[in-house]
């Protein structure tokens, strides 16, 4: 296995587009998180699935944001109507379970610019 | 509420050098586990350490130790005999078992080592 992987690597878009992430965590792992991470900045939880469940959100993930993993496996995370400030490093992580002490391993993340 | 604060933003040492990198976390739960994950240039956190509640030993790993005390609700970092390749953006991040069992992240600092 090659790890966690992410597409697309980096991504520019208008603002009021939506945009479309995807994750495909290690193939054994059914804990999926969803991380973003501004310059300076350590990594903000956003949302987390064990298996197709989401058993979590932050406050963070406004109205506009949405994520899925339909099938246990990859996930996608969705922001609509985009802004400006949402422009920033989107992480994916991915562990077994129990999630809350084992490592998660993080892909390469989704660089977004909203022009 | 989880809070990890790591106070210094930026370090720079001599190849060669020790130094130790500080973090200071808050927590409500009695059981939690504290991790040091490694962003080096490329972009990539790589997993470091973990350690939980119950467990005060320090940990040795090659060059890198960690002391953890829960007096000073602490979890330091020693980099031995720095080399450039440790140049990176460290962070700290607790997760605990009782109040969402997601990371939360310090800040990070980053380190550069000068050859």
């Known amino acids: 296995d090659t790890g966690v992987s992410q597409n697309p690597r980096h991504k520019i878009t208008k603002r009021g587009q939506n945009v479309t992430f995807r994750c495909d965590p290690i193939s054994e792992h059914n804990r999926l998180y969803w991380y973003r991470q501004t310059l300076g900045q350590g990594p903000e939880f956003l949302t987390y699935f064990q298996n197709e469940a989401q058993l979590e959100k932050s406050r963070l993930l406004s109205d506009r944001f949405s994520a899925e993993r339909p099938k246990g496996s990859f996930s996608t995370l969705e922001i609509q109507r985009t802004e400006q400030g949402d422009s920033a490093m989107y992480l994916c992580a991915s562990s077994e379970s129990p999630g809350w002490y084992n490592e998660q391993f993080f892909g390469p993340g989704t660089r977004l610019t909203v022009l | 509420a989880q809070k990890v604060t790591q106070a210094q933003t930026e370090i720079s040492v001599v190849e060669k050098e020790d130094v130790t990198l500080d973090c200071v976390y808050e927590?409500?739960?009695?059981?939690?586990?504290l991790f040091w994950y490694k962003q080096p240039p490329s972009g990539e956190l790589v997993f470091l350490i973990r350690r939980n509640s119950f467990d005060e030993q320090n940990e040795i790993s090659g060059r890198y130790s960690w002391n953890f005390q829960k007096s000073t609700s602490s979890f330091n970092f020693t980099i031995t005999a720095s080399q450039v390749v440790d140049s990176a953006v460290y962070f700290c991040a607790l997760s605990e078992y009782n109040y969402g069992q997601n990371f939360v992240f310090g800040p990070g600092t980053r380190l550069s080592v000068l050859p």
């Open positions: 927590t409500r739960d009695t059981t939690y586990y």
